[in-house]
């Protein structure tokens, strides 16, 4: 298991913590570690709505706080239950800018019992950062995250 991978396992299984808390601090260790991860936070489905609702994040305000199904990066992965690499956010017609400093973005579903229940979403500064490490290792999360949500 990689460093990364190992640190994070410790978040999440922390007695210490409530969920909540935990996503918090998996935000705030992703933003430190790896240097093109610019903003980095979760996204929830809003109860029985189809719109996802902004959880735990570090980065820049962001005014997308409620984002219907179907719009944006993040809109599309509720709908699609896949994972959507974007090397360059301004090739994108569906594209919601929270920064103007934005260039690529990773959104990762995470699914619970079967369910695509929320994301992690990354913005990076850095035109076409992600690695499939990256990927590999944020889908692991999501994974993880499904067990503590
Ligand atoms: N860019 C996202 C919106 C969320 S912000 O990046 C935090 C999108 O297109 O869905």
Request: hydrophobic share 40%.
């Amino acid at each position: 298991m990689s460093e990364i991978k190992r640190r994070l396992a410790t978040i999440l299984e922390s007695p210490a913590m409530n969920p909540t808390e935990k996503l918090q601090k998996i935000c705030t260790l992703l933003d430190q570690e790896i240097e093109y991860f610019n903003w980095t936070g979760f996204y929830f489905k809003n109860g029985v709505k189809d719109e996802l609702i902004l959880g735990p994040y570090v980065g820049a305000e962001t005014d997308h706080t409620i984002i219907p199904y179907g719009k944006g990066i993040c809109g599309q992965v509720a709908v699609s239950g896949e994972t959507f690499v974007v090397p360059d956010v301004h090739a994108q017609d569906n594209y919601l800018a929270c920064s103007l400093e934005t260039k690529a973005e990773i959104v990762v579903p995470i699914f619970k019992d079967g369910i695509n229940v929320g994301q992690i979403d990354i913005d990076s500064h850095t035109p076409d950062p992600f690695t499939p490490e990256d990927r590999e290792m944020l889908e692991w999360l999501c994974g993880k995250v499904a067990e503590i949500i």
